[in-house]
């Protein structure tokens, strides 16, 4: 058996072993994860997708339910109407405990928690009560995982904005389109009416140079006769 075909398969043995643990947050309106309790190990992913309304993933110390850890994790807010496209995915780097949270409002004093790889000796139970007199807090930023997927509103929306900005153009364009048409129609109109004018004009003095030449020639008819009859 050629060598190759040996290790091949051992070299994909961990990618195989890696699991998806799937997570969902406010379902069915409840502050709650659901599961709340997960055993994971070092390349698993665990993929939080999110419910109505306003839902987040933050992780804190067991000492200190409810307040962001340093670095830790952190979704950022999901605020829906329906269920959302996005979902936030953590990729585990360590089998470490990690106490996880809902920083939105009170949610975290009112029990929405859940933990990865609780240790012996603290339990969910535990850090839950201990959450009820705490004041809740979240990374600025989000942090420790991925956010993917896209809400079809914002599409929409843009789709929408992109069209009624085209429309305005078009509409912009051929009012400026008319205006110019008009412009130069009343322009050939104006001209039209002083090529007539200056016409009319320039006729004018022939026709008054016509009138004149025949009062001469009447004059002079008229002074031939006179001679005529004094002769």
């Known amino acids: 058996m050629h060598p190759a075909s040996i290790l091949l398969p051992l070299v994909l043995l ?7 643990h799937k997570v969902t947050v406010g379902k069915n309106g409840g502050l709650n994860f659901n599961p709340d309790t997960l055993k994971a190990d070092k390349g698993d992913t665990i993929e939080f997708s999110f419910y109505p309304h306003n839902h987040s993933v933050a992780e804190s110390t067991f000492d200190k339910p409810c307040q962001p850890l340093d670095n830790g994790i952190f979704s950022g807010f999901f605020g829906t109407t329906e269920q959302q496209k996005q979902t ?15 920083s939105f409002g009170n949610h975290c004093q009112d029990g929405m928690v ?47 904005s992109s069209t009624a900005s085209s429309a305005s153009t078009a509409s912009s364009a051929s009012a400026a389109s008319g205006s110019a048409t008009s412009s ?48």
């Open 114 to 160: 859940m933990v990865i790889n609780a240790p012996q000796g603290k339990s969910l139970g535990t850090y839950k009560a201990n959450s009820v007199s705490t004041q809740s807090g979240s990374q600025p930023k989000v942090e420790g995982g991925d956010v993917s997927g896209q809400s079809s509103g914002s599409s929409s929306a843009g789709t929408a």
């Open 88 to 102: 936030f995915t953590v990729t585990l780097d360590n089998t470490d405990p990690k106490w996880l949270y809902c």
């Open 14 to 20: 961990p990618l195989s072993l890696a699991a998806q």
């Open 184 to 231: 130069t129609a009343a322009a050939g109109t104006s001209t039209g009416t002083s090529t007539s004018a200056s016409t009319s004009a320039s006729t004018t003095p022939n026709a008054a140079g016509k009138v004149g030449a025949g009062a001469g020639l009447g004059a002079l008819g008229l002074l031939g006769v006179l001679v005529g009859g004094m002769v």
